[in-house]
């Protein structure tokens, strides 16, 4: 193993045990808030959402709308990827934050506008990602580890733990994922994303800061996701050197 592969292989594993720490005070204060405002939405309007961010991901994901850029020769360097996955995570990021920009100063439209482009920008980030790395984004079994990664972000401390667990061993679990799309957990990812979403991007509906907001929130989600994504994939680039 190499000077690279040591390195970043302690940055996983304190990566990891950040990811299983306890939810903080303030953490489980933000849930309970989020939760409270949950329940005073008419279950007809909780329903709407999920089936709306149910069509639009699974239109990114499981359609053909998006390519990736040609995955690097099997003999690239890990070293070599991952300054690759780092470039396209900030031109993601910048892209991001012109965009929260200029929605953010159109205002409350506009700024609801961005909540599907967003999704977009993030998704088909994870889909140059994942060919970066070497996954070939044309199997659905990695377009659902995508998902999971999109999950492992954007979610609460107790469901980013769970969706942690679900991809252990992801490559020994093929045998066992959903046929399909429709047996996946649409309520709570819509929910989970939702919120976190929420939290992050409130003041960008905001006159006069609202484009500083989206800009601001856009290029941070984007680069935080970009990192969750390298982890996941370091995760099953190290499972599969320990195997070997």
Request: charged share 20%.
């Amino acid at each position: 193993m190499g000077n690279y592969e040591e390195q970043i292989g302690y940055e996983l594993q304190f990566w990891k045990m950040d990811l299983m720490k306890k939810p903080s005070i303030l953490g489980n204060l933000a849930t309970k808030v989020q939760t409270k405002i949950n329940s005073y939405i008419p279950t007809k309007v909780h329903k709407a959402i999920t089936v709306t961010i149910k069509q639009m991901v699974k239109a990114v994901l499981f359609g053909s709308t998006y390519t990736t850029s040609a995955m690097p020769d099997e003999n690239t360097s890990l070293v070599h990827r991952e300054a690759l996955v780092k470039s396209k995570i900030d031109n993601y990021s910048k892209t991001g934050a012109a965009e929260g920009g200029i929605t953010g100063a159109g205002g409350f439209l506009m700024s609801m506008a961005d909540f599907p482009i967003l999704i977009g920008i993030k998704i088909k980030m994870l889909f140059e990602i994942a060919a970066l790395y070497g996954y070939d984004v044309k199997d659905y079994r990695e377009r659902l580890y995508i998902l999971h990664i999109f999950q492992l972000a954007f979610s609460s401390k107790t469901g980013t733990q769970n969706v942690f667990k679900q991809m252990q061993n992801w490559d020994q679990k093929l045998i066992i994922l959903p046929e399909s799309a429709e047996n996946f957990d649409w309520q709570t990812f819509q929910q989970e994303y939702r919120d976190y979403i929420d939290l992050a991007k409130m003041a960008q509906l905001l006159p006069v800061v609202g484009a500083a907001v989206g800009a601001v929130a856009n290029y941070k989600l984007i680069q935080k996701l970009g990192k969750t994504a390298m982890m996941a994939y370091r995760l099953r680039v190290q499972s599969l050197n320990t195997k070997s």
